[in-house]
Each structure stands twice: as structure tokens, then as C-alpha cells.
């Protein structure tokens, strides 16, 4: 068996709580802003968010609701988000958070499945809250600001602070049930425990470079793992600062970074593509910016490259998935490769597997990925099916990823191994495809799917976004894939579209482009 280990060691991860490792990075400095509320200029400190966690886990136990219940959170980005997820987990609860976007079906979907008994959200949200709140066993309705009649404010259910964790089993107890959603079926949530969470903060820690003078500007949702670890948890506990956007608006995100002076930017691949093809970046110093991560799905080498030059700044990727609480492989040290997701982090382990032969592969061959290590979940909640499919013999995650690494330990994805295009027995991986077309400086985004077709088997369609003034044609994309890609990787069709369908993570929809075709008359 070809194990591929981490280059970059192993790391010792603490037997502490999530939230006792948000302390630690907390309490050194009390009085200082740990986060700004970005469209308010709100602060909040240190010392007042370690004493608001601390109230509302006192308060939430006064109440019978922790240790041991599960608290459902609907709301964007801002301070209070950080207060309720680590007052639930401080108290021994369970958090489960809800995509704000859902609607009531999808919210009672969750709060079923879940068994949350709160629902924390905010006043915009309050009515499709209680609409997805009927049937279920949520009793309580939680309105941070204070909301509508029978619902309680934030203030309401604070209480005498909790001075000690609550005893949790960190291997065995759920902290955190986000829901994954998946590339068929309902989305599964994803138990992550407190060891997950700390370990995957000690080995992206150790290597991130991330400190007490960085800055960025949070607007990936904290509702999802990227956002959840990456920069709601990983830089308070690295005493670095967050400034919160409810939900992403380039012009405001441009202004943040220049007030704010912002460090690093967390993006996704549609974030990156404006960042390097958008007239409005010019007209914002952005100067402060060391460092553009890109995640939650692949980015094409030319759009990564582009956007570092334009900042002046070192622009990577890295890998994750939520069932590895996220992060798995990232750049690391300054040694970028554009394209490749970077390195496997401390105390992880990766194989490449034939996904028809089961048979493993060495360094540059391309199979599924594999991955081991203490950040891996503990399983799929109520699914035990699912969770046999990921969780093989051994610990390992099968990833459902198409990668390849090379004998340097750094990996690249190559697709999702369900999204693949068999075209005449060959294989053709749309993210290759559109990262060839949005190289073209006519195009702001792509998105290719395969179309069943009886000669082969499918066939490449394009769905194009044309960039602003841009009038650039399917003869001139026909003419540039010439010069990229393999002649059976074309598209047979385009289709100009004003925009692409995408999850919150970046991640493109490609269930919606599909339903749209099967639609065209």
C-alpha cells in the first residue's frame, strides 16, 4: 500500500475543548477588538466575547437546554454568531447551523433530523424560522436583537456565567453538526467532535502563519466548515482579528480591506475570478493584503496566478471537506505551486485509489483520494449507510475527489469523481474545462456539465458568463480550447448565461444546470 504522509510532521493536539482553545487565544488580551462588525463599525472585544460565551452557557443551563441539547443557528456573519455557537458548545450542546438561504422545508428538514429543541436567528429571519419550526421539537425561538411575540432575545436566555467547560467526552461528544450537502440525496449532517475541531486548529496552525497581526475581512459563512474553522475559530485562537460581512458585496468587501487594513483574504473561486477580471478592484488601496487563500473548490492556475499579481500579493489554494472538520492538505511556507491545493497538513495521511480496481496508486497516477487522520468525523448523524461508504476499514475517508500527487507531496484535484464526463471511454473533468474557458479574458465564469448522448456516451455543454462589454462568441471559445485542451474535452454546445448557479462555498450547482437542460425545448 503507497501511503503518501504529511512532509510537515506531526503535531500534539491538545485534550481541551473547542471553545477552551478559543480562550486561549481570547484571554491574553482582553481589552483589545477581536471582532468588527463590518457594515456597522461595531466592536466587540476579547473580554466581552469570552463573557458573553460564559453567560449564555450559564443561562442556557439555568434552562435545562445544556448539557446535552442541540441548538440550531440560522444567521449571517456577525459577533454575536461567535457568542452562540461557543456558549452552546461551552455548555456541552450540541450547535447545529443552518444555511441562511434555506427555506422552511429545508429549515424543518434539519431541525428534524438534528433533534435541535432552540432555534437561535435573527429579526430578517424570524418568519421562515417559525415556519420551519412547526412540526419539530424546537421549543424555544431565540431572536438575537429581540424579535416577535413568543419568541425570546439573546439577552433573554443570558445568564450567571458558566466558569468551567462543561464535561464532554472530546472524542465521543458532538460539538458541531453542519450539514454536507452532498452531491445526491438530502444533505447529511456531518458529527464533528471537540477533538476534531481542536486538532484540525493545531495542524492548520502550526503551518498556517496566521498571528496577532492579521486581519481579515469574514465574509465565507460561518455556517459552513470553511468558514466555521478557518476564520471564525483558527484566527481567534491565533489572537488575530475578524471583521464580519453578513453576506458578500464586492465593493463593500474592496472598502473593508482598506479600512480595515486586512492581512489575508478567504475566498472562494467566484470571489477570485472578480478579483482578478474586476475594473472596481483598482480603485481601493489593497495594499495591506499578504495573502488571497483560495478554497472550497479548485481553481484554475491561470485565475490564481492572476489574481496574486494584481494584488501584489502570495495567492494559494489549499483542500477540505467537512467531514475533515475542514482542512486537509494547504500551501505551506511560501512554497506555491498555482493549481495544486498544497501539501497534506500535519498528521495526515493520503492515498490515491483506483476507484474501479481498488488498487493503489503512487506518486503522479490520478485516482479517488483518501485521507486519514485525527480531523476526520466521527460519521454521517442517522445514517449509517452513508457513513459505511465513507468511513472504510482503517479510518480512512474516501474523499469522492479525482487527485493526483506528485513525489513533493503536493496534490491536485482533478474533479469530483461522480461529475466526470465519459465521452468515448475517455474521462473529461469539467473543472479543467472551465478553468480553460475562464482563462479567456471574455469570460468571468464557466460551468461544464455532460450531456447524455447515444454515439458518446455524453458530451461537454458549456454555460458561459460573458465579462461586462465582452461580446466574445462560441467561434472565438470554440478557437481558444484549440490551443488547451484535448480535442475530446470540447464542448459541443454553449450556452450564454447571465450567471451560474453556486452554494454559498463557491461550490457550482450543477443539479440546477442540469435541470435547466433537461428543460430546453
Not at 7 to 35: K, N
Not at 80 to 107: D, Q, R, S
Not at 275 to 291: C, N, T, Y
Request: aromatic share 6%; proline share 7%; net charge negative.
Amino acid at each position: 500500500m503507497t501511503i503518501f504522509p504529511s512532509l510537515h510532521g506531526t503535531v500534539e493536539v491538545p485534550r481541551i475543548s473547542i471553545t477552551e482553545r478559543l480562550f486561549q487565544g481570547l484571554a491574553p488580551r482582553v481589552d483589545e477588538v477581536a471582532m468588527i462588525d463590518g457594515p456597522t463599525g461595531r466592536e466587540v472585544t476579547a473580554g466581552a466575547l469570552i463573557e458573553g460565551i460564559k453567560r449564555l452557557a450559564g443561562g442556557l443551563t439555568e434552562r435545562g437546554i445544556l448539557p446535552g441539547g442541540t441548538v440550531a443557528l440560522l444567521a449571517p456573519n456577525i459577533p454575536e454568531y461567535t457568542v452562540v455557537f461557543h456558549g452552546v458548545a461551552f455548555g456541552g450542546g450540541t450547535v447545529t447551523t443552518l444555511n441562511p438561504t434555506y427555506t422552511a422545508p429545508e429549515i424543518q428538514h434539519q431541525l428534524e433530523d438534528a433533534g435541535a429543541t432552540v432555534l437561535v436567528t435573527i429579526p430578517m429571519f424570524e418568519e421562515v424560522a417559525r415556519a420551519g419550526m412547526k412540526g419539530t421539537a424546537v421549543r424555544d425561538l431565540v431572536v438575537i436583537g429581540g424579535g416577535g411575540e413568543g419568541s425570546l432575545s439573546l439577552d433573554d436566555v443570558m445568564g450567571a456565567p458558566l466558569e468551567a467547560q462543561a464535561p464532554v467526552d472530546l472524542d465521543e461528544h458532538i460539538v458541531v453538526l453542519p450539514y454536507s450537502s452532498g452531491t445526491t440525496g438530502q444533505p447529511k449532517g456531518v458529527m464533528l467532535t471537540h477533538a476534531n475541531l481542536v486538532a484540525n486548529l493545531t495542524q492548520s496552525g502550526a503551518v498556517a502563519g496566521v498571528g496577532p497581526n492579521d486581519t481579515a475581512v469574514a465574509f465565507l459563512p460561518f455556517f459552513h466548515i470553511y468558514g466555521m474553522t478557518v476564520l471564525m475559530n483558527l484566527f481567534l485562537a491565533q489572537q488575530a482579528r475578524l471583521v464580519t460581512m453578513p453576506r458578500f458585496d464586492l465593493e463593500l468587501f474592496l472598502k473593508l480591506i482598506e479600512t480595515h487594513r486586512a492581512t489575508r483574504l478567504y475566498i472562494v473561486p467566484p470571489v477570485a475570478l472578480a478579483l482578478a477580471k474586476h475594473p472596481m478592484v483598482d480603485q481601493f488601496d489593497l495594499s495591506s493584503v499578504e495573502e488571497i487563500f483560495s478554497g472550497a473548490a479548485p481553481l484554475g492556475p491561470e485565475t490564481e496566478a492572476a489574481v496574486g499579481d494584481r494584488f501584489g500579493a502570495r495567492s494559494v489554494q489549499g483542500y477540505g471537506m467537512t467531514e475533515m472538520s475542514p482542512i486537509s492538505h494547504m500551501t505551506i511556507g511560501g512554497n506555491v505551486r498555482h493549481g495544486s491545493s498544497g501539501q497534506a497538513v500535519p498528521s495526515t495521511e493520503c492515498r490515491i485509489v483506483d476507484p474501479v480496481t481498488m488498487r493503489n496508486l503512487g506518486p503522479n497516477e490520478e485516482g479517488e483520494l483518501w485521507v486519514r487522520g485525527p480531523q476526520v468525523m466521527k460519521g454521517y448523524l442517522n445514517n449509517p449507510e452513508a457513513t459505511a461508504e465513507s468511513l472504510v476499514e482503517g479510518g480512512w475517508l474516501r474523499t469522492g475527489d479525482l487527485a493526483v500527487i506528485d513525489e513533493d507531496g503536493f496534490m491536485s484535484i482533478r474533479d469530483r469523481l461522480k461529475e466526470l464526463i465519459k465521452f468515448k471511454g475517455f474521462q473529461v473533468a469539467p473543472a479543467e474545462v472551465e478553468a480553460a474557458l475562464i482563462a479567456h479574458p471574455g469570460v468571468v465564469d464557466a460551468a461544464v456539465i455532460g450531456r447524455p448522448d447515444e454515439e458518446a456516451g455524453e458530451v461537454p455543454v458549456a454555460f458561459v458568463v460573458r465579462a461586462p462589454g465582452s461580446e466574445v462568441s462560441e467561434g472565438e471559445l470554440r478557437a481558444h480550447c484549440e490551443g488547451c485542451l484535448a480535442h475530446y474535452k470540447h464542448p459541443v454546445e454553449y450556452r450564454f448565461v447571465e450567471s451560474v448557479p453556486k452554494s454559498a462555498s463557491g461550490k457550482i450547482l450543477r443539479r440546477e444546470l442540469r435541470d435547466q437542460m433537461a428543460g430546453k425545448t
